[in-house]
C-alpha cells in the first residue's frame, strides 16, 4: 500500500498528516460566515476544508415525535425534531461553488458529504476531487457504491460500524471501483470523550483492511488526534469554527482557529517524531557525544603512579576512556607526567 492522492497532495505514513477542517453546520446560515471559516481553515494551516451536502428532505421526513424527535437530555439538540436540526444545519447548495471556489483561491482542497445520489451527482457537476461517508451512512451499501464509481478517493467513517458492516463497506467500495480508499476511526457521539475513542484500532484497521487510516475526532481538543498519528492516523478529521461561543449545532465539539493552528503543528511534529528504528548516536546528537562520562586524572601526577580511584574518576566530559574500563586501568602505572585534567588514555599508561 503506497498510499492514497487527493487533489495534489499524497497520503500516507511517509508523508505529513492530512487535516481536515470540518465546517459542517458552523457556517450558522450565513454564507459570509462560511467563507470566513474557510478563510481562517487555510490561516490555520488545514490542508482541506469539507462541508457536507444534503437538505432536510434528502435526509429525514417532516415529523416532529416519536423517534423523530430529539428528547434525550444528553444531547446538544435536545427539543428539535430532526428535520429541524437538518434544516438549520444544512449547507445551501448555491453555497457550494462560492465555498469551493474561496478554498482554491487559498490553496485548500475542497470536498464534502454526500448524503445521497442526487448530492453525488451535484457535487460531480462542482468536481470535487474526493468523497467522504459519514458514519451515519456507513451502513449504505448503494450510497458507497455510487461514490466508488465516480472512480474518485473515497473516505469513510467507521463510526457504529461492526466489523461485517465495515467489510460490507469496503467491499462495496473496491467492487464498484474505488482504488484509493481510507477509513477513519470515529465514535459517533457529540462530543465522545477520550475515554470512548479506542485509538489502537487504528492499525488494526490498516492491518485487516490495507488502506489508509485516519481519525474522525469529536473529543476536545488535540490530545487524541496528536497521539494517533504515534499509532498510525494519516488523515485527521476536526469539526472547525470560528468561536464556540458564537452557537450553532457542532460548535461545542469544534476548534477554533487557534486550536487548529495547533492541531497542524503538533500532528506534523508527532509524525517527525516517530521516525526509524534506531540506535546509537543520530547525527544531530554526535556533537553532544563530548559531555559524556570518560576517565579523567583527578590530580597532577608523576611517571610511574599508579593509577587509583583517589586519581581517577568517572566524569564529564568524554574524551576519555569509557567508564567500563576503569576497572582495566587501575593499578596500572603511567609513562609519563600528566596534569589534572587530562583523559585517560592508554597512551598514558604502561
Known amino acids: 500500500m503506497d498510499g492514497i492522492r487527493i487533489g495534489d497532495r499524497k497520503i500516507g505514513l511517509g508523508h505529513k498528516p492530512f487535516v481536515i477542517a470540518e465546517m459542517s453546520g458552523n457556517h450558522n446560515q450565513s454564507l459570509d460566515r462560511a467563507l470566513e471559516i474557510v478563510d481562517a481553515a487555510a490561516k490555520a494551516g488545514a490542508h482541506a476544508l469539507k ?22 437530555p444528553g444531547s446538544l439538540w435536545k427539543g428539535k425534531s430532526l428535520f429541524a436540526l437538518y434544516q438549520e444545519a ?8 462560492p465555498i469551493f ?43 458507497i457504491r455510487k461514490v466508488a464509481s465516480t472512480g474518485k478517493p473515497v473516505i469513510i467513517s467507521t463510526g457504529m460500524a461492526s466489523l461485517p458492516e465495515l467489510e460490507e463497506a469496503v467491499s462495496a467500495a473496491r467492487e464498484s471501483g474505488c482504488k484509493e480508499l481510507a477509513l477513519l476511526k470515529c465514535t459517533s457521539s457529540y462530543p465522545s470523550t477520550p475515554e470512548n475513542t479506542n485509538l489502537r484500532t487504528i492499525p488494526d484497521l490498516r492491518r485487516l483492511f490495507g488502506c489508509e487510516v485516519g481519525l474522525s475526532d469529536h473529543t476536545g481538543g488535540v490530545g487524541a488526534a496528536v497521539a494517533s498519528i504515534a499509532l ?5 478529521e476536526k469539526h472547525f469554527t470560528l468561536s464556540r461561543a458564537d452557537g450553532g449545532v457542532d460548535s461545542a465539539f469544534s476548534l477554533e482557529p487557534e ?50 580511584k583517589d586519581n581517577v574518576r568517572v566524569i564529564r566530559p568524554g574524551l576519555g576512556l569509557p567508564p567500563r574500563d576503569l576497572d582495566r586501568v587501575l593499578g596500572k602505572k603511567l609513562n609519563r607526567k600528566v596534569k589534572k585534567g587530562t583523559p585517560v588514555t592508554w597512551e598514558i599508561i604502561g
Not at 478554498?103 to 457535487?123: M, N, Q, Y
Not at 528504528?277 to 590530580?299: A, M, Q
Open 90 to 97: 444544512c449547507t445551501p447548495w448555491e453555497w457550494h461553488k
Open 232 to 236: 498510525g492516523a494519516t488523515i485527521i
Open 259 to 308: 486550536e487548529m493552528r495547533m492541531l497542524v503543528i503538533e500532528t506534523e511534529r508527532a509524525w517527525q517524531s516517530l521516525g526509524n528504528v534506531f540506535y546509537g548516536p543520530t547525527e544531530s546528537e554526535k556533537k553532544s557525544l563530548v559531555f559524556r562520562r570518560s576517565l579523567y586524572i583527578s590530580c597532577d601526577l608523576e611517571p610511574g603512579d599508579v593509577l587509583t
Open 101 to 143: 471556489q474561496r478554498c482554491r483561491e487559498l490553496g485548500l482542497i475542497a470536498f464534502s458529504t454526500p448524503f445521497d445520489a442526487s448530492s453525488i451527482d451535484f457535487l460531480e457537476s462542482l468536481g470535487a476531487p474526493c468523497y467522504k461517508i459519514a458514519s451515519f451512512e456507513n451502513n449504505w451499501p448503494d450510497l
Open 51 to 72: 462541508i457536507q451536502t444534503y437538505t432536510a428532505e434528502t435526509m429525514t421526513l417532516d415529523v416532529d415525535h416519536g423517534e423523530f424527535f430529539i428528547s434525550d
